[in-house]
């Protein structure tokens, strides 16, 4: 079992840069793959990025690839998403998550609470 929770989120101009962390409690998060989601108001949750329990593989959403970095510091229990040039269409609610890279579903099955991004224009 592992608990997620995110800071970082925040309001900037279009261009700018934010960058998120999750912290992780509980089993070793080096156990875990993790992975950040976001969600509109009104839309669908949407997958954005994602990295192996190792940190050296990582995966990311056409919509953020070349912008957008994640890491891991296993040391630390904690995840983070480096956003940059950020467009207004990134705004939501990002969510960090966990799986247990020895689970039998592909599922992400741990969430944290969410923080807000906005980006104006």
């Known amino acids: 079992q592992v608990h997620l929770v995110e800071s970082g989120g925040g309001l900037v101009q279009a261009g700018g840069s934010l960058r998120l962390s999750c912290a992780a409690s509980g089993r070793t998060f080096s156990s875990y793959t993790a992975g950040w989601f976001r969600q509109a108001p009104g839309k669908e949750r949407e997958f954005v990025a994602r990295?192996?329990?190792?940190?050296?593989?990582?995966y990311y959403a056409d919509s953020v690839k070349g912008r957008f970095t994640i890491s891991r510091d296993n040391a630390k229990n904690t995840a983070y998403l480096q956003m940059n040039n950020l467009k207004p269409e990134d705004t939501a609610v990002y969510y960090c998550?966990?799986?247990?890279?020895?689970?039998?579903?592909?599922?992400?099955?741990?969430w944290g609470q969410g923080t807000q991004v906005t980006v104006s224009s």
């Open positions: 990295i192996l329990s190792s940190g050296l593989d990582t």
């Open positions: 998550a966990a799986r247990w890279i020895r689970g039998t579903s592909n599922e992400f099955t741990y």
